[in-house]
């Protein structure tokens, strides 16, 4: 008995209160969101909001088993419970319940379950096993690959079930390998990638060419701090460069220019190999491998755009990019989620009294789309408050993370507000037309049990390891 | 790397999250609080004003019968976005439309907005929506828009009652009533009475949720507009003489304008070949309409108000009239006459009658040769300088008759008539270089005069006034003014004396009613028990045979309708046009005719064929 008193007097009440009044603010805005004059009483549960207070009281019975259960179960069964898990998705994969496109739900009679949402906590948890372990190094291949099994095994077969959206998640995870040490350099490097990747789709590849070039150059001078290296290295291309158009000009060749830049390119990569291999540069063959590499996947963007996402993923980015503009199309749900918002104004029209979210104009009003109602009923005011109450627990709960003994509970909750953090991110991102739509749920707000009940487990599971902070000194 | 410990890892982390947030609300504060470009968005997207259509005026006829009504017609609408698979071929058969038309309208609606309804198909009948609407939930996509369309209880008037179409798109631009797809009184009293008519159309601002489906009244009704209902007017026209009318003139092109000389209220206005009203309504209407334009015989053509014509003989009265005004001319004046008027090498001939004439026999046997005299003395009057100046007078005189200008009576598409000046003639002859002998065909009707029927029909309303008259108008109240306009209860006086007029009436009364061989030429207008008076007249028609033309009033003492009748090609004024004008006034003032004979004449008669026949022999 006196440990359970512990438990209940030590738990940190603040990130239970601040919960509390998320879960809250969700039901009232699924309540509004769906309203209307048929269905008023609360405990309609032919309505969404009914349905969304069992699966509260239920997060609620949730959240009190697994403040109960021992906190070194987590540990013990965290691969465990990550490999039923991959079962489980495997199964969904080749035997779920189709909606919306996506193969992601099981289906127990008039329950529905999405094994993908629970596969970010196991992940979590197994990422905090694994990272905990004594010989663990983050400068380690061997490290990296099993990093990489833990997280993009789920993170595939999600993709397999054609819900990108719950997949991106695992991408969050990042963050917890940046807590851990992962190398500034890979991160850069990552950070490069995606970044080439858009300005490949938004800019002329010539641009983006002549850009990797000059950042090769830049980053031969801030490795080296030898300003020769570069005007040597531009000397040469700028000099092959002429040689192939003069060749093409005095040939009469009818080459286009991207080939004649990359054989010029190539040309004097060569030539400058050679150089180096002469005078001894450092570093020359990773940096050429970089530009090369950067080079390909300029030109491998319209493949992979085209063959690997589907149509309407490529409309929704393009739209964010500006490169198409079609307000009624790809663009309609953004468009009209701006709308719902901006009509808001400072104070909101008032609880109910939003037209935009409550006539259907804002889809997936009371899940993807549930912050548009709060924009319109409760205004700029409203969103104050919302965002503040998740900046203030996601930074509790940073706060607790680090005051953690146990490291694998400061990265089991790093792994949570890397999650918690993605999503808060994307959704309201996508709903004032910052990111492209990803359909993912407002963690606690949006309307469904299989969202509320992952991020409330997630959440509690934090918190009873919180409550033994001082027990465990691994 | 001192930098970059797990401290400032965790600071990072924590300033992400803080960045995040403060992306978040700038972005937030920009649309909800600077832009105000989303309020307006948001009500246009919830918002939908649907106008109410009120239901047009009605049309009575002066007895009080209802003319013209309202039926209900349904527009097809279909909504692109929410169309699915249907069965085409069960819907074209419920609507009676080729496949073809059904993808091309789709194509249409589509390209037109994938989001907004658009009209599919216009004015289907109530029949046909109640086979669609048993099946209407196969069809998603399409819905049902109210709408009225005119009715007309009889094939007839159609020129006077006119039509109603969808509002050309000048009139939207240039009002701000018309909205694009309303619609609007084309012709006729349609036209004329459109503001009376039309009521005023309301607003009912309802709440839309994304697949138009209404979701409730705005603000409770606040700024709902109820539709006021088109005012009812009660045409002066007797749709039985009308009808009788057109029924006279079937088969013969021309026309008889009734006028009720002591109102000036038309009592029937007919122009042959008319056309059924009932044509130009709904979905086929502009099917029909070119049909009726391509028609050789222009039943589209208002003759009563737009056919100018010579006035043949019947412009005697109006010289007998001005002679005696302008004192050149006496009731005992008398001239012989041997076959018509000579003048050195001029000569204009006259028909066989007793010799000589004083001015009512003139006017009784109709003598040319008299008004070549009486026209040679007012324009030889001595009271002016110069012909110029008694020329001028004398059509002063005419146009105090409502010659020449408008008589601008309440329906649309009327004309003036043609009176020539004395520039006219300077410009012809050069100044003063000419004399009476030049223009002496007037005398008699011929010559550069051109006067539409409904100006006759006034003139001869003015005799019977025995020197005034009341423009002519169509519309006899308009349901809850006491009056109508003022300038329809304002007589124009013609500035003779009604002295005069007894004798020129005496004159009119003679040729109906003379003793057989007295040389009446109008005995064919006889009317048993009512003295009916009434002049002939043939005009000159260079294009082929004469037009036939009388004029009459009755009863002599009390009139109640004069009348002109017009009919082309018909020869003699005293073949076609006064037996169809005695016939008119009988069915008017008795209500039956007593002669049967007369209008199995009338009726009988194809002049259009005999027309057709004719010009074959030429
Ligand atoms: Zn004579």
Known sequence: MKRRINVWSNIDWLTVVLYLFLVFLGWINIYSAVYNEEHQSIFDFSQRY????????????????????????????????????????????????????SRAWLEFGNVRFQPAEFAKITTALALARYLSSHNVSMNRLKTYLWL????????????????????????????????????????????????LFILALILEKL???????????????????????????????????????????LFDLNIPIYFMILGALVFSSIFYIILSYWYKVPRVMILLLLLFGSIGLTYSVDHVFNNFLETHQQKRINQLLGLESDPLGAGYNVNQSKIAIGSGRLTGKGFLNG?????????????????????????????????????????????????????????????????????????????????????????????????????????????RLDVSRLKVLR | MALDTYAVRRNIIAFIILLIAVIFLVKLFMIQVVSSDYTPKATSNVIRRITQYPARGLIYDRDGELLVYNQAAYD??????????????????????????????????????????????????????????????????????PRTVRKYQYADAAHVLGYVGEVSDKLVDTTSYYKSGDYVGI????????????????????????????????????????????????????????????????????????????????????????????????????????????????????????????????????????????????????????????????????????????????????????????????????????????????????????????????????????????????????????????????????????????????????????????????????????QIDERFRTPHHTGVDSAYFEEVIEGMDLAVNGQAGSGSTARTARVDSITVCGKTGTAENPHGKDHSIFIAFAPKDDPQIALAVYIENGGYGATWAAPTAKLMIEKYLKGSIDVQWWEDYVTGANLIKQKEEDEEED
Not at chain 1, 149 to 161: D, E, S
Not at chain 2, 79 to 97: G, K
Not at chain 2, 383 to 401: C, G, M, P, R, V
């Open chain 1, 50 to 101: 009914g349905k969304q207070m069992i699966w509260i009281v239920a997060a609620f019975v949730i959240a009190i088993l697994i403040t109960i259960i021992d906190s070194n179960f987590y540990s013990f069964f965290a691969y465990f419970l990550h490999f039923v898990i991959l079962f489980l998705l495997v199964v969904v994969t080749l035997f779920g319940t189709e909606i919306h496109g």
């Open chain 2, 187 to 482: 012709s006729g009293m349609e036209k004329s009475y459109e503001s009376v008519l039309r009521g005023k159309k309301g607003v009912k601002v309802y709440l839309v949720d994304v697949h138009n489906r209404i979701k409730g009244s705005y603000s409770n009704g606040r700024y709902d507009k109820k539709a006021e209902v088109g005012t009812n007017l009660i045409s002066s026209l007797d749709m039985d003489l009308q009808r009788y009318g057109e029924k006279l003139m079937k088969n013969k092109i021309g026309s008889i304008v009734a006028i009720e000389p002591s109102s000036g209220e038309i009592l029937s206005l007919v122009s042959s070949p008319g056309y059924d009203p009932g044509l130009l309504v709904g979905r086929q209407r502009t099917k029909n309409y070119r049909k009726l334009q391509k028609d050789t015989l222009e039943p589209l053509f208002n003759r009563g108000l737009m056919a100018r014509y010579p006035p043949g003989s019947t412009f005697k009265v109006m010289n007998a009239l001005i002679g005696r005004q302008e004192g050149v001319l006496y009731p005992g004046t008398t001239y012989e006459c041997h076959g018509g008027f000579y003048a050195g090498n001029f000569h204009m001939g006259c028909h066989n009658h007793p010799s000589p004439v004083d001015m009512i026999e003139s006017i009784q046997v109709s003598c040319n040769n008299y008004y070549a005299h009486v026209f040679k003395r007012i324009m030889q009057d001595s009271d002016y300088e110069s012909i110029s100046k008694a020329f001028t007078n004398w059509k002063d005189h005419l146009q105090n008759f409502g010659l020449g200008d408008k008589l601008n009576i309440d329906l649309p598409s009327e004309v003036g008539g043609f009176l020539p000046s004395v520039d006219y003639y300077n410009r012809y002859y050069g100044e003063n270089r000419w004399r009476y002998l030049n223009v002496v065909s007037l005398a008699i009707g011929q010559g550069e005069l051109g006067i539409t029927p409904v100006q006759m029909a006034n003139l001869t309303s003015a005799i019977a006034n025995r020197g005034h008259y009341y423009t002519p108008h169509i519309v006899k109240r308009i349901e809850g003014e006491k």
């Open chain 1, 207 to 249: 641009f983006v060419i002549f850009g990797t070039v000059a950042l090769a150059l830049i980053v031969l001078w801030v490795l080296n701090k030898r300003f020769r290296y570069v005007w040597v290295a531009a000397v040469i291309m700028l000099a092959s460069g002429g040689l192939f158009y003069g060749a093409k000009q």
């Open chain 2, 76 to 145: 097809i609408m279909v909504n692109p976005q929410h169309l699915e698979a249907f069965d085409t071929t069960e819907f074209c058969r419920i609507l009676n439309i080729e496949r073809s038309y059904l993808n091309k309208k789709l194509k249409e609606a589509k390209a037109y907005s994938r989001y907004k309804p658009s009209i599919f198909l216009k004015l289907v009948s109530s029949e046909t929506y109640a086979r669609l609407q048993e099946k209407m939930y196969k069809f998603p996509g399409f819905f049902v828009q």
């Open chain 1, 355 to 463: 037209t935009q979210t409550k006539f259907d104009f804002v889809p997936e009003q009371s899940t993807d789309f549930i912050f548009c109602t709060i924009g319109e009923e409760w205004g700029f005011v409203g969103s104050l408050v919302l965002i503040s109450l998740f900046i203030m627990l996601l930074l509790r709960l940073l706060f607790l993370a680090e005051r953690q003994r146990s490291i694998f509970s400061r990265i089991y909750g790093y792994g949570l507000i890397s999650v918690l953090l993605f999503h808060f991110a994307i959704n309201i991102g996508m709903t004032i037309g910052l990111v492209p739509v990803i359909g993912i749920p407002l963690p606690f707000i949006s309307y469904g049990g299989s969202s509320l009940w992952a991020f409330t487990i997630m959440l509690f599971i934090f918190l």
């Open chain 1, 148 to 195: 990489g099994a833990i997280i993009l095994v789920p993170m595939a077969i999600i993709l397999l079930q054609n819900d990108a959206g719950s997949a991106l998640v695992f991408v969050a995870f990042v963050l917890v390998l940046y807590r851990q040490g992962l190398p500034l350099g890979v991160l850069l490097f990552g950070v490069y990638v995606v970044a």
